[in-house]
């Protein structure tokens, strides 16, 4: 079945740098990769989702980025604001079969 | 409101002692799937179901059991919990089954104790 690698474990920046998280997948007929946030106490929320004909998209402040062939994909948080201190889970799956498989998660801290 | 009701927010209960988590989503949706959320391991998905009677196994299956016997409801039944299934339990829901996945929407999570 489908492996989800997610790095790092926890991410400390300061307010207004950017932050990086990267998730890399085992099985190469997964096509659907989406980032859920879920801040202390909530529940996770879907942010950005990526498919595997896009190699990269991007909403506001966040991007998603996708390497087919190294079997990758990375969330990018621009100018963070301490409203983004969260847990971020990214994720994979093959579309057709809703097997969604999630990383084990980043917890990102922005301090002011 | 649009949304995926958990039932109940927090339960405690002994070994052995069936239980069932109640999901229920009022958007209509097709697809629905239970999470467990534990410490360092993630989200990890228990069970699945497409469709109406259509129901398959995620990641963990093993202690529990689904049923889907309506679109809108999707229960998660434990017929003789261990504490190894204390866990954060989460029902998602998304619109349509198919090759496209949709957005997830989370319920409000259910914390289980299994004393």
């Known amino acids: 079945g489908e492996n989800v690698e997610q790095h790092p474990s926890t991410l400390s920046v300061q307010e207004g740098d950017s932050a990086v998280i990267k998730c890399t997948y085992s099985d190469s007929a997964s096509n659907y990769f989406p980032w859920y946030k879920q801040e202390l106490g909530k529940r996770p929320q879907l942010i950005i989702d990526?498919?595997?004909?896009?190699g990269e998209k991007k909403d506001q402040r966040i991007a998603v980025t996708l390497n087919k062939t190294a079997k990758h994909f990375s969330l990018h948080i621009t100018e963070t604001q301490p409203e983004d201190s969260a847990v971020y889970f990214c994720?994979?799956?093959?579309?057709?079969?809703?097997?969604?498989?999630f990383g084990k998660g980043t917890l990102l801290t922005v301090n002011p | 409101e649009a949304q995926v009701t958990q039932n109940p927010r927090y339960l405690i209960t002994v070994t052995g002692k069936k239980l069932t988590v109640t999901c229920s989503q009022n958007?209509?949706?097709?697809?629905m799937s239970w999470y467990r959320q534990d410490p360092g391991l993630g989200l990890r998905q228990i069970y699945y179901s497409m469709n109406v009677e259509v129901t398959d196994k995620g990641d963990v299956p093993e202690g529990y059991k689904v049923s889907r016997k309506e679109k809108r409801n999707f229960p998660l039944i434990l017929e003789s919990p261990s504490p190894n299934q204390t866990s954060l339990y989460f029902c998602?829901?998304?619109?349509?089954?198919?090759?496209?996945?949709?957005?997830?929407?989370f319920g409000s999570g259910t914390q289980l104790s299994v004393l």
């Open positions: 990526i498919r595997s004909n896009v």
């Open positions: 994720a994979a799956s093959r579309g057709s079969n809703y097997k969604l498989t």
């Open positions: 998602a829901s998304s619109l349509k089954s198919g090759w496209l996945n949709e957005k997830l929407f």
């Open positions: 958007m209509n949706h097709e697809y």
